[in-house]
C-alpha cells in the first residue's frame, strides 16, 4: 500500500460542531456513510478512511446559508479544514480524485458552506498526468516571440463575421504585430462559419504573412466539442499549417482536456468559460488554485486567469492571486501561460506589470484594440508599446508622451491605470 496522500483544503461553515462537521465530511467522501456498517471495521478506517488534517476557525462572512441546511443559524461557525486522503482510495486519476475531494460534499445538509480552495497533490499524479507539452517556452518559440509580453487578441465580434471577413481582420492584425489571435468562446463549429471554413480562411493570410515576414501569430482556433470530435478537429488545424487549438476546460472536462493533451501535436489554450458557476460563491464551489492544477496537469499550456480592472466580478487582489498559481511550479511540471483577459488594454500594462513582476504572460485585448479609436492595428501598437514601455520600467506618464496610440486609448478608454 501507498504511504503517499493527497491534502484538499476546504472553507466549511457550520451550525454544528466544527469538529463534528469535519468528521461528517471526511467520512462522507471516504469509507463512511450516515451509519456505522459492519465491514467499516477500524482496520478499514485506518487505511483508508479520509483524516482532518487541521482545522482552524475563521470569522463568519455573514453570507447566507446554504438550501437545506440543519442546525441553529446562531449557532453558525467558519473553519479552514485540511483532509488527508489516501491516494490508495483513488490513485493518481484525476476523475477520480475529484469525485473523492469534490463529490457529494456539496450536498452534505451539516454544512452550511463548503469549498473546495486548494490541494496538495503527490509526485505520483506528474508521473501519469505529465502536464503541458509546450508552455511558456514551446509557445514563445512557435510565435517568435523570445522575450517581453506576449501580446494577443480575440476576435471582435465574437460572432457574425463571415470567413472570409475574419481573413481580412487576421491579416490586418498579423501586419500590426500582434502574436496571439483567438476565437471567441462562443465561436465553435456552427453552420454559420463552421471551423472548416475559418481554418481555410485564416491559414492562408498567416502563412502568407510568414513567407514575407519569417514570423506567424498564433492563432487558437476554437475546437470544443464533443470528445469523440477533439481529435478531427484538432486535425484539421494542423494540417492546414495551425499552430494552436483551443478548448473550453469545463465544457470538455479535465478527461476531455486530458485525452486532447494526448494527442496535440500543437500548444492548448485553456479557456476558463463557465468557472463562475463553479467558483464565484463564497459558500460554495471550488476555488481557482485548486481548478488550475487540475488543468495544467491535464494538459492545458495557456490558462485564463482574468486581468486586473476587469469587467467580470473578481477583485484585482483574487486576478493576482489567480496569477500567481498558474505562476506556482506544480511538480516539476511544465509551466503553463497565465492569459490575461477581459477589459484589458494599454493603459492597464504598468499597473499590471508592476504588481506580477513578470512578462511570462499572454495578455489579450479584445474590445482594447478592436475598439480602439484608430482601428485595430493602432489597438496592437498601443498594447506593445504600453508593455514595451511598462518593462522598461518607465512611467505611464513618459508611455502616454511616446505613443500616440496609447494616448487615444486613453481617449476611447479612459485613465490609464496607474
Not at 203 to 226: C, S
Request: proline letters at 6%; glycine letters at 10%; aromatic letters at 6%.
Amino acid at each position: 500500500m501507498s504511504a503517499e496522500h493527497v491534502i484538499a483544503t476546504y472553507v466549511i461553515e457550520t451550525s454544528l460542531p466544527l469538529a463534528h462537521a469535519a468528521e461528517v465530511l471526511a467520512g462522507e467522501q471516504s469509507t463512511g456513510t450516515f451509519v456505522r456498517v459492519e465491514r467499516e471495521s477500524d482496520e478499514v478506517r485506518a487505511r483508508f478512511a479520509a483524516q482532518v488534517e487541521s482545522l482552524t476557525e475563521i470569522p463568519l462572512t455573514g453570507a447566507s446559508p446554504l438550501p437545506g441546511a440543519v442546525g441553529d443559524p446562531a449557532l453558525r461557525r467558519r473553519a479552514v479544514l485540511r483532509l488527508r486522503f489516501p491516494l490508495d482510495n483513488f490513485g493518481p486519476s484525476l476523475p477520480n480524485l475529484m469525485a473523492a475531494v469534490a463529490g457529494n460534499l456539496f450536498e452534505i445538509k451539516e454544512l452550511a458552506a463548503i469549498k473546495l480552495i486548494d490541494l496538495d497533490l503527490p509526485p505520483a499524479f506528474a508521473v501519469r498526468y505529465p502536464g503541458p507539452k509546450f508552455g511558456i517556452d514551446g509557445t514563445r518559440r512557435l510565435m517568435s516571440r523570445p522575450a517581453g509580453a506576449m501580446i494577443g487578441t480575440i476576435v471582435k465580434p465574437s460572432i457574425g463575421l463571415t470567413p472570409e471577413q475574419l481573413g481580412d481582420l487576421v491579416g490586418e492584425l498579423a501586419a500590426a504585430g500582434v502574436d496571439f489571435i483567438k476565437d471567441d468562446e462562443l465561436q465553435g463549429n456552427g453552420p454559420a462559419a463552421p471551423l472548416e471554413a475559418r481554418v481555410k480562411a485564416v491559414m492562408p493570410v498567416l502563412l502568407r504573412h510568414a513567407d514575407r515576414t519569417g514570423v506567424m501569430p498564433m492563432y487558437a482556433f476554437n475546437i470544443t466539442d464533443d470528445i469523440g470530435r477533439l481529435e478531427a478537429n484538432h486535425d484539421l488545424v494542423v494540417s492546414a499549417g495551425g499552430t494552436c487549438v483551443m478548448a473550453c476546460v469545463n465544457l470538455v472536462g479535465f478527461a476531455g482536456l486530458e485525452f486532447l493533451h494526448r494527442h496535440a501535436e500543437v500548444p492548448i489554450h485553456g479557456h476558463r468559460t463557465m468557472l463562475g458557476g463553479i467558483m464565484r460563491s463564497e459558500q460554495v464551489g471550488i476555488g481557482f488554485r485548486a481548478w488550475q492544477k487540475i488543468a495544467r496537469l491535464s494538459g492545458a499550456d495557456h490558462l485564463h486567469t482574468n486581468g486586473i480592472s476587469n469587467k467580470f466580478y473578481e477583485t484585482d487582489a483574487e486576478v493576482l492571486d489567480s496569477i500567481a498559481a498558474v505562476r506556482q511550479p506544480l511538480l516539476g511540471i511544465t509551466p503553463t501561460v497565465p492569459v490575461l483577459s477581459s477589459g484589458q488594454w494599454g493603459g492597464l500594462a504598468h499597473a499590471t506589470y508592476s504588481a506580477v513582476g513578470t512578462s511570462d504572460l499572454l495578455v489579450l485585448a479584445g474590445g482594447g484594440i478592436h475598439g480602439h479609436p484608430d482601428g485595430a492595428a493602432a489597438g496592437v501598437s498601443s498594447m506593445r508599446e504600453a508593455w514595451a514601455s511598462a518593462e522598461r520600467g518607465e512611467t505611464i506618464d513618459d508611455a502616454l508622451r511616446a505613443s500616440v496610440e496609447l494616448r487615444r486609448a486613453v481617449e476611447r478608454f479612459g485613465p490609464a491605470r496607474v
